[in-house]
């Protein structure tokens, strides 16, 4: 009897842990949400030379800017080049742009990664160096010199006949740890003064709200409050002036809900349609060409096993797409209900063969006649 009950009560453990586990929300740290204001990054740009191609670079006639560049270059190490200017040959040899991007509590000697791009007629940048390049920022000074072996995320090959194979992009690379920091912003998180400001990078009044309370919830005491739907100020204090990086690493830890916007996300170039879970269409009939749908809703219960305490019992709606006619002669419309899911519709249409960009159009007159309840942007 004892061994029976002792089972009994573990199953009964284990099936709340499940049902707890299965309608548990997404939790996403604060850091993922939000960034400090005040610790930005900061644009780099510089202009270089990459040499060590394998006669995929610059042309001469093509891109003076590449042989003048390759002559002062060489002036400076010491060797007479603009005489014979008219005579340099760039085929292994690229001018290009160097980017980056700098934290603003990045120190001097730190390193981070950078982006070399061709800037002239170059075929490929693959097995080319990149020579010492400083990098400015927006104020003109100089903060970091990159230089070193590239690694290009493609290929590029040409046979004697003309043809040409190739995959993925080869006028861009990336130099790992390429750039050594010359020179600090001078930012300090002392700088923040009594008061740090977490800025949402999604703006959302609930979002706001739930870290509010989280952060008050985690520290004891009414620390933060919430000024808009982007922007949560924390009081900081007294006790936490000198150990300010401690907090930050405390509350960017923090672990909230997330509200996510119904939104459909429509690029026309690609035919490309992305929507979040929370799009709903109002009833609405449809026709397009010969081709209708119709989208129904079954609802269902859906009740706990036994001994599971914790849960309830809720209503189950379930949607069935079915095919109503493609009969060009006969009638072309088709009644969505409300409280149809997007994705129901757009299964519907995919179902009967019909082309991304016409899902598209039919997803703008949609939203156009008022039933589409979501943000369409359209890139």
């Not at 191609?53 to 003048?68: E, H, K, V, Y």
């Not at 061709?118 to 000074?141: I, Q, R, V």
């Not at 959302?204 to 520290?219: G, P, S």
């Amino acid at each position: 009897m004892k061994a029976l009950l002792s089972t009994l009560i573990a199953l009964l453990a284990l099936t709340i842990g499940l049902s707890s586990a299965a309608v548990a929300a997404p939790q996403v740290k604060v850091k993922n949400l939000a960034d400090l204001d005040g610790v930005r990054e900061n644009v780099l740009v510089g202009y270089g030379l990459v040499v060590g191609l394998a006669g995929t670079g610059d042309s001469a006639n093509g891109i003076p800017f590449t042989r003048q560049t390759l002559a002062n270059m060489l002036e400076r190490l010491g060797v007479n080049a603009k005489d014979t200017l008219s005579q340099i040959k760039t085929k292994n040899v690229a001018a290009v742009m160097v980017t980056a991007n700098m934290s603003s509590l990045a120190r001097q000697g730190g390193r981070m990664d950078v982006t070399v791009s061709s800037l002239g007629d170059a075929k490929s940048l693959e097995g080319g160096l990149l020579l010492a390049t400083p990098l400015t920022g927006g104020d003109g000074n100089t903060y970091a010199v990159a230089q070193g072996a590239m690694v290009v995320g493609g290929f590029q090959a040409t046979g004697k006949d003309g043809s040409t194979i190739a995959r993925n992009h080869t006028t861009v690379a990336r130099i790992a740890e390429g750039a050594v920091v010359e020179r600090e912003t001078g930012f300090e998180l002392s700088q923040l003064g009594n008061e740090l400001k977490f800025v949402l990078r999604q703006p959302d009044f609930t979002t706001a709200m739930r870290l509010q309370e989280a952060i008050n919830t985690a520290m004891g005491e009414p620390m933060a409050t919430t000024s808009d739907n982007a922007m949560v100020r924390v009081a900081v204090p007294e006790r936490y002036q000198p150990e300010l990086a401690a907090l930050i690493q405390k509350i960017e830890n923090l672990e909230l809900e997330p509200t996510m916007a119904a939104r459909v996300v429509i690029d026309e170039k690609t035919g490309t349609i992305v929507m979040g879970e929370n799009v709903r269409i109002a009833p609405v009939a449809i026709s397009h060409a010969n081709l209708t749908i119709t989208i129904t809703e079954d609802v269902g219960v859906s009740q706990p096993l036994s001994f599971n305490l914790a849960g309830q019992t809720v209503v189950a709606p379930k949607s069935k797409v079915t095919k109503v006619n493609d009969d060009p002669n006969e009638g072309k419309f088709a009644m969505l209900r409300g409280g149809a899911n997007l994705a129901d519709l757009i299964g519907g249409l995919n179902a009967l063969g019909v082309k991304p960009r016409d899902v598209i159009s039919i997803l703008q007159n949609i939203k156009a006649a008022g039933a589409l309840q979501a943000e369409l942007v359209i890139l």
